[in-house]
């Protein structure tokens, strides 16, 4: 059985940084490519970043470039978010995703996180 487990997010206040952690089990995980998708009230869920197979690369939406930083720990089967120069348009909630090959489609990805609200305000 697969399972995604987020952890981290929260309320932080605009400028401030948070990180989210996703642990994965059942799959194996430098099989899989991770992505962070988010979701805001009222939208569609949408690319935040993801990672390929043994970390070789990257790819970030424009909106959070030069901000957020992925990355993976194979040996821990566990991705990261690291969340900088927060914004309060970064509001929503945040899921990891795991799919064997490269994309930036949610509708591609086999398997998700249960989801971690992240709130950016003062």
């Known amino acids: 059985q697969v399972q995604l487990v987020q952890s981290g997010g929260g309320l932080v206040q605009p400028g401030g940084s948070l990180r989210l952690s996703c642990a994965t089990s059942g799959l194996t995980f430098s099989s899989y490519v991770m992505g962070w998708f988010r979701q805001a009230p009222g939208k569609e869920r949408e690319f935040v970043a993801y990672?390929?197979?043994?970390?070789?690369?990257?790819n970030y939406a424009d909106s959070v470039k030069g901000r957020f930083t992925i990355s993976r720990d194979n040996a821990k089967n566990t991705v990261y978010l690291i969340m900088t120069r927060l914004k309060p348009e970064d509001t929503a909630i945040y899921y990891c995703a795991a799919d064997s090959r490269l994309g930036e489609r949610p509708s591609q990805y086999d398997y998700w996180g249960q989801g971690t609200q992240v709130t950016v305000s003062s």
């Open positions: 990672i390929t197979w043994r970390g070789g690369n990257t």
